[in-house]
Structures are given as C-alpha cells and as structure tokens.
C-alpha cells in the first residue's frame, strides 16, 4: 500500500467518498482505509470549491453568494459615509468580488440562472459604489 510504504498516516473519520457520475444508481462498492469503512457523501468542499456527485454548480453558487453578500452587507454597515467612489470600488474588488471570482475557471457558471445569481451581488455592489438609489 502506498500510504505505508511512505509512511503516510490519513485519518479514516475524516476521509469520504463522492462519486461522480451521470448513472441513477452509481455502485455502491464499500472502500475502506485501515480497516475502518468510508462514509460516502453527495458534496464535498475542497480548497473552498463545492463538488457534487453531478457536478451542479447551485450549492456552490449558494454558498459564494451567501458570503459575498455577508461582505457587502459589512461594507455598507461601517463604510455608510466614505464619500470616495475610487474607495468603495477597491474595497468591493478586495473583499466583494474576489469572493465571488474564486476558482471561477473551474465552476464556470453554465445556466443563466447561477449567472443572475452572481450578478445580483454585483448589482448591488454597483449601487453602493455609485451611491444609487434602488431603481435609479
């Protein structure tokens, strides 16, 4: 076995098995590591991207939305009355946009609804660097 032969150590109740595949029922064989059997899951979070068993983005999408609107919501809270736009706009690419363009190359957003999504955060972080008002 590899893991021991490099003298690698994993720690089996923290490893799970996602399975990727188009097929209604994917096979259920049993993996096990060091004796101990495997939990299997349907998503996985890894280097902060969420995978699927069918590869579908909306979890994902969900959870990038969810954080950059917790970060603009901040923004608007405690910089209410920074009167530079050049300031608010570099505060939005470094904490706003930058949520929501990690690993984008790999989730790349497929259907016009995870778009619209995306670019309702972006729509209103537009209003608050511009100072709009909702509808203007």
């Known amino acids: 076995m590899f893991s021991v032969k490099n003298s690698l150590q994993f720690n089996s109740s923290k490893c799970e098995i996602l399975t990727v595949t188009r097929k209604k029922n994917p ?5 096990n590591l060091a ?15 969420t995978i699927t068993y069918n590869l579908k983005w909306d979890s994902h999408v969900t959870q990038i939305r969810s954080t950059a609107n917790k970060c603009l919501g901040l923004l ?14 570099a505060l939005y690419l470094s904490l706003v946009k ?3 363009s990690y690993g984008s ?3 790349s957003p497929e259907s ?3 778009k619209k ?8 972080a537009s209003l608050w660097i ?3 008002k909702r509808g203007a």
């Open 117 to 124: 999504r995306i670019e309702g955060v972006q729509r209103r």
């Open 35 to 49: 004796g101990n059997d495997l939990v299997r899951c349907d998503e996985v979070r890894d280097l902060g991207i």
């Open 27 to 31: 096979s259920t064989f049993p993996y």
């Open 98 to 100: 930058s949520q929501l």
């Open 76 to 89: 608007k809270r405690t910089c209410y009355d920074l009167p530079d736009t050049r300031a608010r706009r």
């Open 105 to 107: 190359q790999v989730w």
């Open 112 to 114: 016009a609804t995870l």
């Open 130 to 132: 511009l100072r709009l």
